[in-house]
C-alpha cells in the first residue's frame, strides 16, 4: 500500500522559511515517475507548486519560482524548501506521486502571517 506523510507545516512570518517533508512508502522501485507538491488555500481550488521527475528534472509554478526548491532522496523523502514566504503562500500543501490521478498524502498546514 502507498503511503505518503507530509511534516513541517508551521505558522510563520513573512519573508521566513519552511521545510516540508514527505515520507514516502510502499512504492515498487521506478515506479515513481514524478514527485512534486500542490497547495489549497481557502476557497480556492488545489494548485500545482513544483515537481521533480525521475531523472532530476524540477519545474515550478511561476508563483514560487526562485524562492521554493523541491528535492528527493534515496530514501523516498520528498523536500520543499520554501525561502521569502508570502501571505498567498498560505492554504494546506499536499505530497503527490504520478500527478493529480496519483498517490495524495492528507496534507500540512502552512500560515503565513503579513
Known amino acids: 500500500q502507498v503511503q505518503l506523510v507530509e511534516s513541517g507545516g508551521d505558522l510563520v512570518q513573512a519573508g521566513g522559511s519552511l521545510k516540508l517533508s514527505c515520507a514516502v512508502s510502499?512504492?515498487?522501485?521506478?515506479?515513481?515517475?514524478?514527485m512534486g507538491w500542490y497547495r489549497q488555500a481557502p476557497g480556492k481550488e488545489r494548485e500545482w507548486v513544483a515537481s521533480?521527475?525521475?531523472?532530476?528534472?524540477t519545474d515550478y509554478a511561476d508563483s514560487v519560482k526562485g524562492r521554493f526548491t523541491i528535492s528527493n532522496n534515496t530514501k523516498n523523502t520528498l523536500i520543499l524548501q520554501m525561502d521569502s514566504l508570502k501571505s498567498e503562500d498560505t492554504g494546506v500543501y499536499y505530497c503527490?506521486?504520478?500527478?493529480?490521478?496519483?498517490?495524495w498524502g492528507p496534507g500540512t498546514q502552512v500560515t503565513v502571517s503579513s
Open positions: 503527490n506521486v504520478n500527478g493529480r490521478r496519483g498517490y
Open positions: 521533480i521527475r525521475r531523472g532530476g528534472t
Open positions: 510502499g512504492l515498487i522501485r521506478g515506479a515513481a515517475i514524478s
